[in-house]
């Protein structure tokens, strides 16, 4: 071997070897290494920049494979560094996306708040009005009522009003004559035999137009009143009064007034209408009287 | 045809061998191009990131940008393409990280704002139930 051969592959192996330093380990690339596995460990950037996590990953790759390669310093620290940037890329567009879906989350939240509240409202007001419609409701039924008992009342009085204009003409017929005692019926002395306490037909009749009275006005009270005039004993004509008021009672009876709506009492001579001392006067004071009581519908009859 | 005399021998083809192989290594390292389809990425990506909202959110990251974009365009004056390339590629990088670290900013306090609305939002709602 020459000295000229050793010197030209001496200068070769020098050049190679400064093109092709392998030193132990570079520094920046275990830095991105480092950066790498971090990112991929890290859920956030895994799940939102997947696309670019690979890019740095393949990036590394490619730095890893220049280091082993035995490429200059340089360029492993140049590939190191646009892995670490790459990592970088990868992190911040993770870090941007999760913000975002925070964003939406908030602004999904705020519409269902603010559903919720509209919701709140409507229902709220829906309440109200139901509340207020019920109250209406209310309302109308008791001014129907109202008007319902106005007309019943209206009708009330204009029934009261009719039964005491057919009273009144029922009793015209049978001379009756309105008294502080209330309305009274005088059955004379004729429609009796003389002395006895029999109706005459002429008396049944009238008994026929009282109990009318009694069956337009079912609430009607009256009493009946026996008077004689002074022949005779006291004694005898009360007791002449007495059966005279009772055969009344018995003949209303008869047409169909109930009995508990009468009462009989026999006045004998006590209360004469009439001069005794007359063949007429004595005449009058010979009755029966049909006291119908005064009622209070009687009031509104003018 | 008249060989030259140190060829003839075993170590003399080793050697041209070997010399040859240099040749080729040594053009390895120094036949790289003008890198210029890196250095207009570059310059297009760093110019996008100089926006006012990066250089209020990211000012340093933006700023490696421009340096590493100027050192890009000193290294292809100098000649040196290789390094002009590494340096085009990483300000190419450094202003997408700068982009990217402002848009997560403004994010983030984005985010922090809608969730600050949701609570006011919340508390008004339960003020007016209680009421």
Redesign the interface.
Known sequence: ??T??FV??A??AA??AA?STVPDRNDALVDARARVTAAQSNPQVATLAPDELQRATESLRVAQKAWSDGDKT??VN?LS??TV??V??AT??A???A??A??AG??A??DK??L??RT?EAETAQRQLAASQQNNAQKSAELAAAEATAVFDRDRVERSRARAAELEAQLAELNAKKTERGIVVTLGDVLFDSGQSRLLPEGVRNMAKLAAVFKSDPQRRASIEGHTDSVGTSRSNADLSQRRADAVMAALLREGVAADHLSTQGYGEENPTADNGTASGRQMNRRVEIVFAPERDDIIVK | MHTPP?IRTP??V??LA??S??VV??G??ASTPVPSTQMAVAEAAVQSANTGSTSADAPRELQLAMDKLAMARQAVSSKDFE?AA?LA??AQ??A??AE??A??TR??K??QE??D??RV??EE?TR??VR
């Open positions: 071997m020459t000229r051969h030209l592959a200068l070769a050049t190679l093109c340089a360029t140049h560094y646009m940037q790459r970088a890329v911040q567009t870090s941007s996306r913000s975002q925070v964003t908030a602004a939240d705020r708040m603010r919720a509240a709140d | 140190f170590i003399a080793l050697a070997l010399a192989t240099l290594a040594l390895g390292c390094r590494q590629d990483e990088i450094d997408q990280v990217l670290h848009q997560s994010s983030r984005a985010a809608s969730q609305a949701a939002l919340r709602i007016k139930t």
